[in-house]
């Protein structure tokens, strides 16, 4: 049977047809890359007290891509230039995080969601990039950049990916302290791009968008673990 993987979602002001109403959104990428990747994606929006029950109807989870996580999450003054928060979809997203660690579901978090990975195992974030880096991570908003990573010899991303590989990118925000995951990834100025778990359950984030694309290596590797 397909696995059934979880995707994370936005709640957003949206407009079609005669409706311009809140609306539970996600880029048709990630859908279409587990799709590709032989799983079955479910939509799963920012609701309350209901971690626990999802993580136990789905094989997979996959934390997507958003806006920047509140820093009051983290104990922190946001930024001036970090977004509206999105409290909401904040504490859901940590929230089944850890639930789907407690049970041992396989999880890829992307962009934000490797963000969410590091604050929920206690870490925070640099909330501003342009402030300690000259290395451009986002051209402007809605767009993308490139750049090369390097991975840890031994680790899961590099044995899903090789030593290396150029991602590309699409963030001002990156992981300072990844608080119980272990760096095993990070840019040409040394921004941390992948966090892993320190175990051997399938727990990895990326800072970069491998759904925008078609390397799938990524989810098929979630898919195996969700399978398996």
Do not use: K
């Not at 890359?33 to 309350?48: F, W």
């Not at 904040?90 to 990975?117: K, N, T, W």
């Not at 990070?186 to 399938?202: H, L, M, N, P, Q």
Request: proline share 7%; hydrophobic share 40%.
């Amino acid at each position: 049977m397909r696995p059934v993987i979880g995707l994370t979602a936005y709640t957003e002001p949206a407009q079609w047809a005669a409706w311009h109403t809140d609306a539970t959104l996600l880029h048709t990428w990630y859908p279409e890359a587990v799709t590709r990747s032989g799983g079955i994606p479910v939509l799963l929006p920012p609701q309350e007290d209901a971690a626990g029950q999802l993580v136990a109807r789905i094989d997979g989870l996959i934390l997507t891509g958003g806006p920047d996580i509140s820093a009051t999450m983290y104990g922190q003054e946001p930024h001036p230039q970090n977004d509206t928060p999105r409290h909401l979809r904040d504490e859901f997203e940590v929230s089944i995080y850890r639930y789907a660690r407690e049970a041992a579901v396989p999880i890829l978090g992307i962009c934000r969601g490797l963000q969410v990975m590091a604050v929920a195992e206690g870490g925070y974030l640099t909330q501003h990039l342009p402030d300690v880096t000259d290395v451009s991570h986002r051209f402007q908003r809605g767009t993308f950049t490139e750049h090369g990573a390097t991975f840890t010899p031994g680790s899961l991303a590099a044995s899903l990916l090789g030593p290396e590989m150029v991602v590309n990118s699409s963030h001002h925000q990156a992981v300072a302290d990844p608080g119980r995951l272990t760096v095993t990834g990070r840019a040409e100025d040394g921004t941390i791009e992948v966090c892993e778990a320190s175990d051997d359950d399938f727990t990895i984030g990326v800072q970069w968008h491998p759904e925008h694309g078609g390397d799938v290596r990524l989810f098929q590797a979630l898919i195996d673990a969700a399978t398996g």
